[in-house]
Structure formats: structure tokens, C-alpha cells
Nanobody, 120 residues
């Protein structure tokens, strides 16, 4: 059974940092691209950061470039999101996503989300 379990969310002051973790199980983690999405109240879910399975290349939303860093540890089946210089507009529920397209079959798994609140 597939599980993606996020942790590390919470309340932080503007300018502060948080590190989110997503522990994966039940699938071949190293062969999946891993993504962090977020969704704020009244807004659509948006892709924040992505890391490939092949070479670990990364991509970021323009709004978080230079502040957030995505990384993965295939030995631990875990993906991380280091968030620095947090802004109130970063507040959202953050979701971990695992995605793989192989031989025409898309596998797409989601975690339950972790709340990030940025407020003084």
C-alpha cells in the first residue's frame, strides 16, 4: 500500500524557516519524480518544487526560487523541502506528490498535506 506522509509544518514568523519532510513507502521511490505542491484557501493547488528521478534535477516556481530547496534521499525514501525567508503568502497546505509515467501508465500519489502558517 502506498503511503506519503508529510511532516514539519507549523507556525513560523515571516523571515523564518521550516523544513518539510515526506516519507514514502509502498512503491519504487527512486524511480518517481517527487514534487511539492501547495494550496492556500480559495486558491488552486500550485506546483512549488520538483525533483527528477533520473538525475536529481530540480525546478521551482518563480515565487520560491532562491528561498526554497527541494532534495531527496533515495536510501531513506524521503523528499525534503527546505523553506527559508518565509513570507505570509507562503502560508498554505503543502502536499507531497510522487509521479511516474512509464510505458504509457501514469502513477500519481499524494500525501495528506501539512499546514504551513506564516504569521507574526
Amino acid at each position: 500500500q502506498v503511503h506519503l506522509v508529510e511532516s514539519g509544518g507549523g507556525l513560523v514568523q515571516p523571515g523564518g524557516s521550516l523544513r518539510l519532510s515526506c516519507a514514502a513507502s509502498g512503491f519504487a521511490f527512486s524511480s518517481y519524480a517527487m514534487n511539492w505542491y501547495r494550496q492556500a484557501p480559495g486558491k488552486e493547488r500550485e506546483l512549488v518544487a520538483a525533483i527528477s528521478s533520473a538525475d536529481g534535477s530540480t525546478n521551482y516556481a518563480d515565487s520560491v526560487k532562491g528561498r526554497f530547496t527541494i532534495s531527496r534521499d533515495n536510501a531513506k525514501n524521503t523528499v525534503y523541502l527546505q523553506m527559508n525567508s518565509l513570507k505570509p503568502e507562503d502560508a498554505a497546505v503543502y502536499y507531497c506528490n510522487a509521479r511516474r509515467l512509464r510505458l504509457g501508465v501514469l502513477r500519481d500519489y499524494w500525501g495528506q498535506g501539512t499546514q504551513v502558517t506564516v504569521s507574526s
